[in-house]
């Protein structure tokens, strides 16, 4: 895993982009102005979010995330949103649970939600249930809210910052798709 500032990722994709050629043979003076870096910033800062929405999550850095709110969903359910940084929660983990349990899509999830309807197969410590709502939430029984847990994740680090797995470096473009 690397982090890098924003100034060394541009730099990279400058490079990349064949803005910094590389040459000690000549001199070349060049002026393209401001608005050459933000194009690339803004692709570039695109480029990452996606990354960090869909890449594999063992080249990217997975912690501990923080949330925002948690409120009671119904009987031994609870609704945990996510701070506004968290681009996706990998795992939900409650110490009194056998493993921690990944979130299912909300579309997959209809048997697994039906169940809670019922005393039959609803989770439980052995087997617990954490579904991805869609709407920035997530689902996870059974936790009450006097219960402990820890949400397991991907957060945007912020604008100046790129952490990130070398290998994803290969998916930088070599050329900008401008409107």
Partial sequence: MMELSHQQMLALWR?????????????????????VNDLIATAMRSWYL?????A???????????????????????RIVP??????VI??????WDHPVTPIPYQDATDALNLLKGPFGAPSAYAPLAVDTGHRD????P???????????????????YILDEV????????????
């Fill in 50 to 54: 996606r990354l960090l929405d869909s």
């Fill in 15 to 35: 490079r990349r982009l064949g803005f910094d050629e590389i040459r000690d043979d000549c001199s070349v003076e060049v002026f393209e102005g401001r608005q």
């Fill in 143 to 161: 936790l009450q809210l006097s219960d402990a847990f820890s949400l397991y994740g991907i957060a945007d680090p912020g604008n100046d910052r």
């Fill in 168 to 179: 994803l470096l290969d998916t930088i473009p070599n050329s900008l798709k401008l409107l």
């Fill in 83 to 88: 701070a506004a940084n968290v681009r996706r």
């Fill in 138 to 141: 997530i689902l996870a029984a």
């Fill in 91 to 96: 795992a939900v983990e409650a110490p009194r």
């Fill in 56 to 78: 594999d999550t063992r080249l990217l850095p997975v912690g501990i995330v923080s949330y925002t709110d948690c409120l009671s969903a119904g009987r031994n359910l609870l």
